[in-house]
Structure formats: C-alpha cells, structure tokens
C-alpha cells in the first residue's frame, strides 16, 4: 500500500515536471495556476497562525485546524488533478444531470442536514460534512454557460430566453434561503447577472434585473428581524460593541492595529477568540493585524490577477469560437471575485455580515475543494484553448 501511494505521487510529480517544462505552447497556464499555488501557501500559514488559540480549547491540539484545512487542501488538489483530465465537452453534456444533482443537494440537506449556530447547511456523509451550497454553485453556473450557448440569440432577442435561467436560480435561492444562505443566493445571483450581460442581454433587460434583484434582497432583510439587526449592527456597529456589532468592531480593530507593516506573524490579538471564525470568514482581519496593509495589498493583488488571468482565458476561448469554455471561463472567474468582494467587504466593514469564505485562503472543507475543481476547470479550459487547432482534443494533458 505505501509502495503504490509513493508510486502514485511519483507519477504526480513526472507530470507535473513534464508541463512544467513543455515548450510546444500545449501546456495549462503556468502563471494562473503559480497564483493559485501562492495563495493555497498563503492560506495555510494564515490559517495556521489564526485558529491556533481555538483549537488548543476546543481539541487540545494547537493544530488541528491547521491539519484539517491541510487534509481538505489536498482532497481538493487530488480532485483538480482528476478534473483537469475531464474534457470540457463532458461538463456541456451533462450540465441538466449536474443541475438536478445541485437542486437535490440542497433539499437532501433541509431534509437531514445538521443545524449549525442556527442554519442548516451541513449534509454528513460519515465523518465528512458537505456544504452543499458550494457544488449547486458550480452545477448552477455550468448550467447556465451551456444555456447561453445553446440560446444565445433567444437570450439577446426574446424576453422568454431571457428568463428561463432567470427561474432555474430562483428556485436555489428558494432552497438556499431556507437554510438560511443569502451570501450564497447574493454570489449566484451577481455572477448570474454579469454573466448575462456579457452574453448580450439587452440594457434594459439587465437593469431591471438589478433593480428586481436588489429590491428581493431588501424585502428580505427587513421582514427577517436576523438579517435587519446585521444591516443596522453593520451601518453602525459601535452602538453595541458588545452585541450585534460585536463581530464587525473585532474585525475593525484588527484592521486598525494592524496599520503598515502589521504586528508580525503569529502576533496577533484578535484570533486569540476575541474574532469569531478568525481563521474562516474572518480571516483577512487576521492577515491585516500580522502583516498589515502590506500583506492585506499583497493577497488582493493575488486574487485579483488571478480573476484577471482566468478572464483573459475566457475571452481567448471566445475568440478561438468555443463559446462554452468562453463562458464557463468568465462564470467561474466572476464567482471568484464576487465571492472575493463580498468577503472583503464583509472584513472592512462595507458590507453586512455574510458567511462567506475567502477564495483559496480561509478555512473551509467544502469551499476550499470547489474553489480547486473550478481552478482546474479553468485551467482545462486554457489547454483545450491551446490545443485546438493542433490537434483534436482528447481526455488526457499529454495527447
């Protein structure tokens, strides 16, 4: 057994060293994926670093947290490596079979889910927990890429084409609200309408969209006494420092005691649980307080190359006429910024409190793997790009 696993990882790194080095222009994009790679290190050092002081208490072990966010991270690489060899062909077939399997995911979890600190988004397989709002993300937004392709002109030119995927995402938001997830249905419904312009929709179409959008979110904070306490508690959240604010104002004066350069890694005082979820959703407090704006301007730049990277792939694939890797691209590189700008927005302030994680970096079983499957997919996508008009694309990087 441990002879094949060192085979197995021997096998790895042969593959890996032969993309490395390929000079024939057919190989997966290096600087994308020299991103992703640099933030995964950034995250577990930080991740590390922030739950220490809550995992000492909790399970008397200083780096559980830490071993555990390692466990996911290496699921999570073992399946990109599995996805990089599923053509993208594979993902247009099969979009209606993933989006059945999305929508059941998230009635299978309100029906035995388990109930954590008041919402139920946890489905247990075992030992391990699944988050099924994370795949109904990818599902949703493979679904909608493979629509645009197959009604585009419907989309640009009819009304109907145009609300058809309009329903498919209310009926998530429906089941996601149930939970309760409104981060969740917020991502998937600004990626969906970014995604929707870019195919062509009419201005028209896409404003009202907007306004119909924002006018649903804000029904739903002010008859939820939940969600109007996080709006007011975020509007002003010194008025009670100790209650519903309490969260936003840690978050703050890690951000404050952190200034320039930070107070050195592992120096923090907020993660010693003063920050609830410091190594989660809140864990870009935590990088401002040890390596201040520094490293908070460092991890952004990371990010946001690699959302600029994984557009410029999208925009190649149009070009080079796969319009469903095209869309695919921008869908899974606008959900990586959405989900970016809610969680930073969330961090400083500017936007109410939503549990969302920060992409490659924080915590987050369930998250973190998705967020690697869609890396993978669009590093596909880049090859696929790459490839066509060599030779004819086939299943494995080395064809």
């Known amino acids: 057994m441990k002879q094949l696993a060192l085979n197995w990882l021997s096998n790895i790194g042969d593959d890996i060293a032969h993309w490395w080095q390929a000079e024939d222009g057919i190989s997966y994009d290096r600087f994308f994926f020299t991103l992703v790679v640099l933030l995964l290190c950034v995250g577990f050092v930080m991740v590390t670093s922030a739950s220490v002081p809550v995992a000492e208490r909790l ?31 594979w993902w247009h077939n099969t979009n209606l079979l993933l989006l059945v399997v999305g929508l059941l995911g ?5 029906a035995v889910g388990r109930n954590v600190n008041g919402s139920t988004r946890w489905l247990y397989l075992g030992p391990i927990g699944i988050q099924t709002a994370e795949p109904a993300k990818l599902f949703f937004f493979v679904y909608l890429s493979s629509y645009l392709v197959r009604r585009h002109d419907e989309v640009r030119e009819n009304l109907k084409g145009f609300l058809k995927p309009l329903f498919i995402l209310f009926a998530f938001a429906v089941l996601l609200l149930m939970q309760p997830d409104l981060g969740t249905v917020i991502v998937m419904f600004g990626t969906s309408v970014v995604l929707l312009f870019l195919a062509g929709a009419k201005l028209w179409q896409f404003f009202g969209l907007i306004f119909t959008g924002l006018m649903s979110i804000a029904v739903l904070i002010i008859y939820s006494e939940y969600r109007w306490r996080r709006v007011t508690s975020f509007l002003d959240p010194w008025a009670d420092p100790f209650g519903s604010g309490y969260q936003l104002t840690q978050s703050l004066m890690a951000f404050g005691r952190g200034g320039w350069f930070g107070q050195g890694l592992g120096n923090s005082v907020q993660k010693l649980e003063y920050l609830p979820e410091a190594h989660t959703d809140f864990i870009l ?8 704006l520094f490293g908070v301007m460092m991890v952004m730049s990371l990010l946001f190359l690699l959302f600029v990277r994984a557009l410029w792939i999208g925009k190649r694939a149009l070009q080079k006429g796969l319009s469903f890797h095209g869309f695919l691209a921008y869908a899974l590189a606008i959900w990586i910024g959405c989900q970016t700008f809610v969680n930073v927005g969330v961090a400083t302030g500017v936007l109410p409190t939503k549990g969302l994680t920060l992409p490659f970096v924080s915590s987050g079983g369930s998250s973190l793997i998705l967020m690697l499957i869609a890396a993978a997919i669009i590093l596909r996508i880049d090859f696929e790009v790459r490839l066509k008009g060599k030779h004819a694309i086939s299943g494995g990087p080395h064809d």
């Open 59 to 89: 399970f008397d072990n200083p780096l559980h947290f830490s071993i555990r966010h390692g466990i996911y991270m290496l699921i999570g690489l073992s399946l990109a490596y599995a996805v990089l060899n599923i053509p993208i062909q």
């Open 285 to 292: 407090a935590v990088i401002a307080e040890e390596t201040g």
């Open 106 to 110: 998230l009635i299978a979890v309100l």
